[in-house]
């Protein structure tokens, strides 16, 4: 079992930046492929970054790709979100998740096993 706590969300003018962290429980937290998602109201779950377990294996989708910068410190068991360059759109419910066991880097939210209780970011215009 993987507990996962996101933390860093908050209120921000658009332009600004926000770095969000996720801080994982056990002692395998560096087997884990992990992904960043987020959910805005009335919109599905959607994939925002994802990192593998050595972390030489980065995707974003296009909608951050130069914007947002995901990471990991697997001495640490935590993951970050860097953003920068805000955008009112950006503004939902940021979600971490970990899926054991597999090196593919999916953007299909049922894919991952172990998801946090997300942290709201709001981008004011």
């Known amino acids: 079992q993987v507990q996962l706590v996101e933390s860093g969300g908050g209120l921000v003018q658009a332009g600004g930046s926000l770095r969000l962290s996720c801080a994982a429980s056990g002692r395998t937290f560096s087997t884990y492929t992990m992904g960043w998602f987020r959910q805005a109201p009335g919109k599905e779950r959607e994939f925002v970054a994802g990192i593998g377990r050595g972390d030489s294996r980065i995707y974003y989708a296009d909608s951050v790709k130069g914007r947002f910068t995901i990471s990991r410190d697997n001495a640490k068991n935590t993951l970050y979100l860097q953003m920068n360059s805000l955008r009112p759109e950006d503004t939902a419910v940021y979600y971490c998740?970990?899926?054991?066991?597999?090196?593919?880097?999916?953007?299909?939210?049922?894919?991952?096993?172990?998801w946090g209780q997300g942290t709201q970011v709001t981008v004011s215009s």
């Open positions: 998740a970990a899926r054991p066991n597999y090196a593919y880097i999916s953007q299909n939210p049922p894919e991952y096993s172990y």
